[in-house]
C-alpha cells in the first residue's frame, strides 16, 4: 500500500488454525508484479540461506558433541591406566622396593586424571542442551520462513501464476 498498490480480495477459504486457510488477492498498479516478485525472491533466499545454517550450525553441534565424546574416553582410559599404576606402586612400596614418594606422586596423578574425566563428562552435559537449542531455533526460523514463503507462491491457473509462466525465460 505504500506503493500505491490497490488490493482486492478475490476469495478467501476458511481454516482451523488462524481462520483463514488460504486468501487470493489481486494486487493492482505500476510495478505490482515486479514486486511482487522480487520480495518473493528475497523470501526464498532468506528461507534458503535460513535452512543451510540451520544445517552447518547441526553438523558444528554433532562434529563438537563427537569431539567430547572421544576426550570422554580418552581421559577414561587415563583413569583406569592410573588407577592401575597406584596398585602397583603401592605394591612394590609395600614390598620395600619403592619409596613412599612414588605412591603420593600415584596418587596425585590419579587425581589430575580423575579430574580431567570428571570435566570432559560435564562438558558432554552441556553441548547437548545447547546445541539443540541453537539447532531448534534454526529450525523455528526455517519453518516461519517457509511459512511465509509458501504464502508468496502463486497457484497454478491464477493470474499471477500465468504471468510467472509468461515472464520465465
Given at each position: 500500500q505504500r506503493r500505491n498498490y490497490t488490493v482486492e480480495l478475490m476469495d478467501v477459504q476458511p481454516g482451523d488454525t488462524a481462520g483463514i486457510s488460504k486468501a487470493t488477492i489481486l494486487i493492482k498498479g505500476e510495478n505490482a508484479y515486479g514486486y511482487a516478485k522480487a520480495e518473493r525472491d528475497i523470501a526464498v533466499a532468506t528461507y534458503e540461506k535460513t535452512i543451510q545454517t540451520a544445517f552447518r550450525e547441526t553438523a558444528d553441534a554433532l562434529a563438537r558433541r563427537g569431539t567430547i565424546g572421544e576426550d570422554v574416553a580418552a581421559n577414561q582410559a587415563n583413569v583406569t591406566a592410573s588407577e592401575a599404576s597406584l596398585r602397583l606402586t603401592v605394591a612394590r612400596y609395600h614390598k620395600g622396593v619403592d619409596p613412599y614418594l612414588n605412591t603420593l606422586v600415584a596418587q596425585q596423578n590419579l587425581y589430575a586424571a580423575q579430574q580431567s574425566y570428571i570435566t570432559a563428562r560435564l562438558a558432554l552435559r552441556q553441548v547437548r542442551p545447547r546445541e539443540l537449542v541453537a539447532l531448534r531455533h534454526a529450525l523455528a526460523r526455517a519453518a516461519s520462513?517457509?511459512?511465509?514463503?509458501?504464502?508468496?507462491?502463486?497457484?497454478?491457473?491464477?493470474?499471477?501464476?500465468?504471468?510467472a509462466r509468461w515472464l520465465t525465460p
Open positions: 520462513l517457509s511459512t511465509q514463503l509458501q504464502a508468496l507462491q502463486p497457484e497454478p491457473g491464477t493470474l499471477l501464476a500465468g504471468m
